[in-house]
């Protein structure tokens, strides 16, 4: 199984920017997934998650409000809408496969390469 994240690029602040994820295999219906971002010089942070049917969702208090989780499980993705983006967004982003705690990385045991998302000011 592995998981390709793409959809990253250069915003300005105020923007807004889809990624998205899609894992290979035929079990992605069967986890929840999350995102997580790592900005230079910072450790990776939770960003957003969501259960394996798409009907909860949890997010850092950073992005509550402005980005968005959602799923297709037809489609074996997974996005991350983003809206109002602020230069301190700026990060790689990685998705990730979760089997435990939504909001640590330790909960999650398979991950994406990571799409590189700029916000300029």
């Known amino acids: 199984v592995q998981l390709q994240a793409s959809g990253g690029g250069l915003v300005q602040a105020g923007d807004s920017l889809s990624v998205s994820c899609v894992a290979s295999g035929r079990t992605f219906s069967s986890y929840a997934m999350g995102w997580f971002r790592q900005a230079p010089g910072k450790e990776r942070e939770f960003v957003a998650a969501i259960n394996w049917s798409g009907g909860s969702t949890y997010y850092a208090d950073s992005v509550k409000g402005r980005f968005s989780i959602s799923r297709d499980n037809a489609k074996n993705t997974v996005y991350l809408q983003m809206n109002s983006l602020k230069p301190e967004d700026t990060a790689v982003y990685y998705c990730?496969?979760?089997?435990?705690?939504?909001?640590?990385?330790?909960?999650?045991?398979?991950w994406g390469q990571g799409t590189l998302v700029t916000v300029s000011s």
């Open positions: 990730a496969r979760n089997r435990g705690s939504y909001t640590r990385d330790t909960g999650y045991d398979l």
